[in-house]
């Protein structure tokens, strides 16, 4: 339900002194701040009382001011932003207070003496009875509403209760619910740094491996780029002897066609000549020419296939197939074992198996001129 407020500048003062209390409000005991008032490293504010609860839950076995079994302070999380509150021995009693939140809270407590919440009740009215005040709360539409709206209006078949009442069992519902969350969230926090830790060291002992499964395969990739260096050396050996090859008879043939394309020009020329004598003068010449242009043999190419480079392909199915086979170990063996003669034994054991895998490879490529074999598998 919608409201009539009577004075603005009076609505919002008390608005501003509400929003002004919810600043002045302890996350621990949902209160008002109560003297002394500590300030964290976060610059978040408690009571120091509360911060001595939250900081005895925290640290159970930290002892009591004075004693000198604990040398040290100990620790606990902020309860606005979980931010860690490291202290020194003197534990809670060594936070700075925050002098100036003090003070507000006193200027605010004087300023709340005042009548400004009884004058801003006065002017709390109803929307459709201007005259009636809000002083009754609708249990089944959940509203506040007056008396003659509960006699004669919208909620005359509600269920009502009294404002106070009502205002009083919610806010005590919520600040039972705050508390319950805050000591549910310790409980939370404690699982979450056990876990936290959980992950550290499943972060370490992954990077750990990491760096042991690269190394292995560091040795596998050297013998790999290295046979890769030595056969792609083949290939651009008959690659540039081939393009020199054609590259020769594409000049070749070039130097023709430019000779054979002047003569036509020169040809064309001669047959616009209008004076017959000066035409049969150069005729005979241009003819001789043309017909010696003619019979030069251009038959210089490349024989059919000589592009193909198809004999250089080469099978690895198998040598992929056993790369595929690289597992883990079923039993894991101690942190010294692994890392003392496995890892030699394991080296040992990886370039063994190259070697093997080079020798039917090598006896694939029998030289870069060689026909293409046919291969039950197929060529890669």
């Known amino acids: 339900m919608n409201f009539a407020v009577g004075l603005k500048p009076l609505l919002a003062e008390a608005r501003s002194m509400e929003s002004l209390e919810k600043q002045l409000i302890c996350p621990i005991c949902l209160e008002m701040f109560t003297k002394p008032v ?20 925290s640290n159970p076995l ?15 999380r902020c309860p606005s932003c979980r931010h860690e509150v490291v202290l020194d021995r003197h534990g809670v009693y060594g936070l700075q207070r925050n002098l100036l ?32 005040r809000i002083n009754i709360y609708c249990l089944r539409c959940e509203a506040p509403t007056c008396s003659l709206c ?39 926090q404690a699982i979450i740094t056990q876990m936290e830790e959980i992950c550290r060291t499943i972060e370490e ?6 760096q042991h ?59 616009e000549e209008p004076q017959m004598a000066v035409y049969l003068q150069h005729s005979k010449e241009l003819l001789k020419k043309i017909t010696d242009m003619s019979k030069v043999s251009m038959s210089s190419r490349p024989e059919p296939g000589y592009e193909n480079m198809d004999h250089f392909s080469i099978n690895v199915d198998y040598v992929a197939e056993m790369l595929r086979t690289i597992e883990f170990q079923t039993e894991p063996l101690g942190e010294d074992e692994g890392d003392g003669p496995t890892e030699g034994s394991e080296a ?11 020798a039917p490879e090598a006896a694939e490529d029998v030289g870069p001129r060689q026909k293409p074999a046919s291969s039950p598998h197929g060529q890669h």
């Open 150 to 188: 509960k006699v004669f209006g919208a909620h005359k078949d509600c269920e009502v209760a009294p404002l106070p009442a009502v205002y009083q069992r919610q806010k005590s519902e919520l600040s039972d619910g705050i508390a319950m969350l805050v000591a549910g969230n310790d409980r939370i």
């Open 213 to 271: 499964l690269g190394l292995r395969f560091d040795s596998l990739y050297s013998i790999l780029e290295e046979r890769k260096k030595e056969l792609l050396q083949s290939i651009a050996r008959e690659q540039e002897e081939k393009v020199q090859r054609v590259r020769g008879l594409i000049r070749q043939y070039g130097d023709h066609l430019e000779a054979s394309s002047k003569l036509v020009e020169t040809a064309i020329q001669a047959m």
């Open 62 to 76: 930290w002892q009591s001011r004075g004693s000198s079994a604990v040398p040290s302070g100990g620790r606990f």
């Open 38 to 57: 500590v300030i964290l490293p976060c610059q978040h504010n408690l009571c120091r009382k509360c911060a001595n609860d939250v900081f005895q839950a």
């Open 348 to 358: 040992a054991a990886d370039e063994d198996r190259l070697d093997s895998l080079e």
């Open 205 to 210: 002992n992954g990077r750990r491996q990491k």
């Open 101 to 132: 939140v003090e003070n507000i809270i006193d200027i605010y407590k004087q300023e709340s003496a005042r009548p400004l919440h009884a004058k801003a009740e006065q002017h709390l009215m109803c929307e459709e009875h201007e005259d009636e």
